[in-house]
């Protein structure tokens, strides 16, 4: 299973941001999509996630700005960033997590893709 993000890059405080997740290879039904983050010398952190059911989990500091949504036909997680402040640059992971068709409950990372918010 690969992961490919897109849609990151460089905005202005209070500006929007849409990332998009696809995945492709040997698919089966992710159980949880989501999407992490990491700054330089910090451990990466969740942002928001989605299970199969459509019920959504976010991080505390981007409640209320940041949405999450996920395409299951298509294996495709998104999210939409609003109100973005510098402390949201960092670079941005898909992650996708379910059991594999050998019954192995198998997590999976895309590449990264830069988030920079400029004051």
């Known amino acids: 299973v690969q992961l490919v993000e897109s849609g990151g890059g460089s905005v202005q405080a209070g500006g929007s941001l849409r990332l998009s997740c696809g995945a492709s290879?040997?698919?089966?039904?992710?159980?949880?999509m989501g999407w992490y983050r990491r700054t330089p010398g910090k451990e990466r952190k969740l942002v928001a996630r989605m299970n199969l059911g459509g019920r959504p989990d976010y991080g505390d500091s981007v409640k209320g700005r940041f949405t999450v949504s996920r395409d299951n036909f298509k294996s495709m997680i998104f999210l939409e960033m609003n109100g973005l402040k510098p402390e949201d640059t960092a670079v941005y992971y898909c992650?996708?997590?379910?059991?594999?068709?050998?019954?192995?409950?198998?997590?999976?990372w895309g590449q990264g893709t830069q988030v920079t918010v400029s004051s």
């Open positions: 992650n996708a997590e379910g059991r594999d068709p050998d019954g192995r409950y198998s997590s999976y």
């Open positions: 290879g040997n698919l089966f039904t992710f159980n949880v």
